[in-house]
């Protein structure tokens, strides 16, 4: 191997670890903050490496009788967040795939222009639509309640999209020859096209489950009950504006938030990659 070849090999590597490391810092300053008492935070005086407090610390935050809010435990806000992330992640999964088949395998007037319609709402995100979702979810009465925190959204044009450009690169020769043996769209739909979209919703899972979990304005918005909050407002509200506030505790229930996307990521890696892949196919 030559010297221009060790060179060119060097280089990414190094361009990798220091986007790494730029990535990677604030997230290993939080976990450090984490494990340091209050007075040394407050005085700069946290360092880079450990504290002494950090089995007290997570102690305290994990203790079933540990109010991060009042009334409410992490425990009962990682469980809130959970429901609804994966009220979110399956909901868009599922009307994405089937809106996506009917474009794809029905023939039905202004299908294109059905299409466009569903492609153009990419361009209303929910911020824009905040408003009349809010006054559509209060007259439905689903105001602090896990429907109002998902079902407003679960519709995913882009989605819809991605499975949509799949499917188009199933040979017809598949549906045909379904057609032939006598199944029906429906048993079409569950025997040949979900087995063959397996890996294109493992990775649409994860992406969609980081995005559910992830989510601020709309559960900001939609809960007024300190019992209906997600992990990411409650460490919103944990801040207080007096100077009172339990850095770290709020860095610690930042870290373990992060943990289930985490989790989420670390154990479909394989799906996720390899969904991408086909996908692209």
Known sequence: MNENSKTSNIIPHIILIIGVIVVAFPIYFGFIASTQNIESILHGKS?????????NNYLEILSPDKKILPG????????NSLIVTLLI???????????????????????KFAFAI??????????????????MASNLNLLDSFQGLSVPLIASATATFLFRQFFMS???ELCEAARIDGAGPIRFFWDTVLPLSKTSIAALFVILFIYGWNQY??????????????????LTQMISHDGTTPWHLVMGVAIIAMIPPICVVI????????GLIDSEK
């Not at 992640?89 to 299908?111: D, E, H, L, N, R």
């Not at 154990?267 to 390899?274: A, G, I, P, R, S």
């Open 72 to 79: 409410i435990s992490i425990w009962r806000l990682l469980l």
């Open 170 to 172: 199933i040979p017809n």
């Open 89 to 111: 992640t399956f909901g868009k999964t599922a009307i994405s795939i089937i809106s996506a088949y009917a474009i794809v395998y029905f023939k039905f007037p202004f299908q």
């Open 118 to 135: 569903i492609f153009l709402t990419l361009m209303l995100p929910i911020e824009v639509r905040i408003v009349p979702t809010f006054q």
């Open 267 to 274: 154990l479909m890696q394989k799906w996720f990659v390899k």
């Open 217 to 234: 304005l709309w559960p900001l918005l939609i809960t007024t009950k300190q019992s209906m909050n997600t992990i990411i407002i409650a």
């Open 47 to 55: 360092g880079i490496i450990p504290g002494s407090d950090f089995i």
